[in-house]
Nanobody, 124 residues
Framework: QVQLVESGGGLVQAGGSLRLSCAAS????????VGWFRQAPGKEREFVAA????????VYADSMKGRFTISRDNAKNTVYLQMNSLKPEDTAVYYC?????????????????WGQGTQVTVSS
């Protein structure tokens, strides 16, 4: 079992920044890849970014490249998502997830544990 708890969401103006955190407990967090996904109202959950078990490989959705950065601190069992240059279309509930694989993947079906989500709202 893995428990994931996101934090750091909130309301920000367009062009601003937020850093999301996801604290993990349970299985050996440092041995597995992690990812961030988001879901806007009326839309499917979409991939944002993923990071391999040792931070060695990253994958980003095209629309987030250059604006978002995923990182992890295995000593603290925490994964982060730094979001810069935020746009109103980034408004969504953001979820972190833990994969059963070591390498980063954008495939939602390969993540077996999910947090409860944190709301990010970007005003224009």
């Amino acid at each position: 079992q893995v428990q994931l708890v996101e934090s750091g969401g909130g309301l920000v103006q367009a062009g601003g920044s937020l850093r999301l955190s996801c604290a993990a407990s349970g299985r050996v967090f440092s041995s597995y890849a992690v990812g961030w996904f988001r879901q806007a109202p009326g839309k499917e959950r979409e991939f944002v970014a993923a990071l391999g078990w040792n931070g060695g490989n990253t994958v980003y959705a095209d629309s987030m490249k250059g604006r978002f950065t995923i990182s992890r601190d295995n000593a603290k069992n925490t994964v982060y998502l730094q979001m810069n240059s935020l746009k109103p279309e980034d408004t969504a509930v953001y979820y972190c997830a833990s994969s059963g694989l070591r390498i980063a993947t954008r495939n939602r079906g390969l993540y077996d544990y999910w947090g409860q989500g944190t709301q990010v709202t970007v005003s224009s």
